[in-house]
């Protein structure tokens, strides 16, 4: 399994997926950088958290428009899987590749805590290995979390089952309470139609060991590495 994971200025988390993946795979991921402009042969790209570019302008925007990010939209559209997490996510919306954007949490405060999520869809790539329903514990860190889109993309998003995460607390119940950041409807993460594409703000990577208190996150990558290598 080929895994090319893009690296900007400012990524920070780049190496938790790379380690994540070699325990899952037992194959290296590329590390590819944000100048190149192609990404070599993939069976998955990852566009990891951090913050690209200093997060100038809006989350995302600069390295939406990046060298690299020709390639990676082309091979997206051609139907590679590319998963976004956290400040990859907002990368992907600011491609358009999903679609809404990531506002500034409604604390308006950086947020790193555990977080709970309901799995919402086992339809992709990425979820698999979860059952629909169930809640996984993960670590969420971020400023510009809160998902935002228009009333007509989220009843889409809700109709053609695209919401694959979904804040909750403990107990599996969606509320108030529960939404980390004020995202519209809880949404911690949505894919598109194929499946292929997902973004999600949580950083599943970070879930992946005992000892960092969850290992509801390995699942996601073991789930990638079923589908793409059986």
């Known amino acids: ?10 990524t920070n988390r780049e190496h938790d997926v790379a380690d994540v993946l070699l325990a899952v795979t037992g194959k290296p991921a590329k590390m590819v950088w944000h100048a190149e402009s192609s990404v070599p042969p993939s069976d998955l790209i990852v566009l990891p958290g951090g913050f690209s570019y200093g997060d100038y302008l809006r989350t995302g925007a600069m390295a939406a428009h990046a060298p ?3 390639d990676v939209i082309a091979k997206a559209k051609a139907g590679v899987p590319v998963l976004g997490i956290c400040n990859g996510f907002q990368i992907l919306c600011e491609t358009g590749l999903l679609p809404g954007v990531l ?5 308006l405060k950086f947020i790193c805590k555990d977080v709970w999520l309901k799995v919402e869809s086992t339809k992709t790539i990425y979820t698999s290995r979860y059952q629909t329903g169930e809640i996984a ?7 510009d979390g809160n998902y935002f889109a228009d009333a007509a993309t989220l009843d889409r998003l809700e109709g053609e089952g695209r919401v694959v995460f979904r804040y ?6 969606v509320t108030p309470e529960a939404n980390a950041n004020g ?10 139609a194929s499946g292929r594409i997902m973004g999600l703000m949580p950083h599943p990577e970070n879930a992946c060991e ?12 073991e789930s990638i590495a079923e589908a793409l290598v059986g």
Request: charged share 25%.
């Open 1 to 10: 399994m080929k895994v090319s994971i893009v690296v900007f200025p400012g």
């Open 68 to 70: 690299i990010m020709r």
């Open 103 to 107: 506002q500034r949490n409604a604390s």
């Open 137 to 143: 514990r993960m670590i969420c860190a971020h400023g």
């Open 168 to 173: 909750a607390d403990k107990m599996g119940r």
């Open 183 to 192: 995202a519209q409807r809880n949404i911690a993460g949505i894919a598109d």
């Open 210 to 221: 005992a000892a960092l208190g969850s290992t509801d996150g390995r699942r996601l990558f």
